[in-house]
């Protein structure tokens, strides 16, 4: 039975960050709060998930966090994935498990997004059902916050030309994660589909007031000191010769074995950095550079848990190449979750299902 949204404490008489008033309200939350993808849009900016997924690494990297490798299903037109992560607090331990089905041909074929699923939140000392939430704004908005974090610490501080490979909903919330990391000054919008890349960047143009150019090619790259790919290829198009000294690449678009974006020859040259060598080992770009010969696993430089907890260093010279291999993490997915959570009781959003 779903009922509108229960009494929820007052934020004005605890800070719904204190471990204290967190514990009282996952206690006595009578029911499974729902959370739409529109309710969600609302709860949290971009910031607040680079924040969530900020504290998520640094807690990784102290030993508070549980984040194992991805599970897939793959079925004839498309795949699914089970994402799972843990956050062990003061308040007590929250999992998330997030199941996305990924169907490249949803937009033309069926008029639905290519990523769709939901997330479910529990409390991680009895297991007790919380929260069950659309994933796909959570998705979008924590993989772009990672990109963030990760060119705050491997971007040179001078960066001011970024290319955007890839004109889809990643493409749109990388921009604004570059945007978010660097003083740019221009950015190019790439893909496929010279339509896409003209339409994202006239309304990047706007959103972020940058200069904004829609490529036909992959020419800009050479100029620019960010570089970040995020589309469904399944062949490298990012390669040595367009990638200047000092550039920070972000691979985001292969979440499976069968993607690729970029060379294995660039990893031969780059300090990589990943969101998970396991599952970058298994999924990402990293896959095929291993499989290449290009690079080896203890050639991995570091997670991005390291390098955001300043357990080791991130760029160290301005014509060192380096390269974030992002596949997305349940980490992310639980801190983000947890945030809209403890927003949301403290805001009162939401529906509430009877489980018992």
Known sequence: MVTDTATSPDPTSASPGDPASIRSAIATQDGLLVLSRAEIARLLSFGDYVDAVEAALCAAAAGRAVAPPASALHVADGSFHAKAGALIDDSGTIVAIKLNGNFPGNPAAHQLPTVQGVIYLADGGNGRPLALMDSIEITINRTGAATTLAARHLARADSRVATICG???????????????????????WDARPEAATALAADLACDLRLDVRASGDLAPVRDSDIVVTCTSARQAFLTQDLVKPGTFIAAVGADNADKQEVDPALFACARVVVDSLEQCAEIGDLHHALAAGAIAR?????????????KKPGRRGAREITLFDSTG???QDVAAAYALYRRALALGSGKRVAVH
């Not at 493409?171 to 919008?189: D, N, P, T, W």
């Not at 430089?301 to 955001?308: K, R, T």
């Open 167 to 189: 004109a889809g909903v990643q493409g749109r919330i990388q921009a604004v994660a570059i945007a978010a990391a660097a003083k740019l000054e221009r950015m190019h919008v």
């Open 298 to 310: 203890d050639g991995v430089h570091a997670s991005l848990s390291e390098i955001v907890a300043g």
């Open 329 to 331: 993490l349940g980490l």
